[in-house]
């Protein structure tokens, strides 16, 4: 089973991606020893060594597929689901 999203889904969860990073770095410069080093002086947030930050679900319906995306840092989740396309 293969699952895609558009250009549109992906700029759409790419904007949403880089708002949370922003209000992440800010929060980080005040509650991170190093912050300097683990953020490249505030260029991207620190996730960890394995800096794995969002996580993708896919649910086939009768309809279409749900996608949603959760940023596993903040517990946000975005719903890119192109209902207008049932």
Known sequence: MKFEISPH????????QKAIDLRLIE??????????VLTSN???P????IDSNLTY?????????IIKVT???T???LDVTDYDNW
Do not use: C, M
Request: aromatic share 18%.
């Open 57 to 65: 679900s896919f649910t086939p319906t009768a309809l279409g597929v």
């Open 46 to 49: 620190y996730y960890g060594a």
């Open 42 to 44: 505030g260029e991207y």
């Open 9 to 16: 889904q992906l700029q759409k969860i790419q904007e949403w």
């Open 27 to 36: 929060e980080q410069r005040h509650t991170l020893d190093n912050w300097e």
């Open 71 to 73: 940023h596993r840092y």
């Open 75 to 77: 517990n946000e989740t």
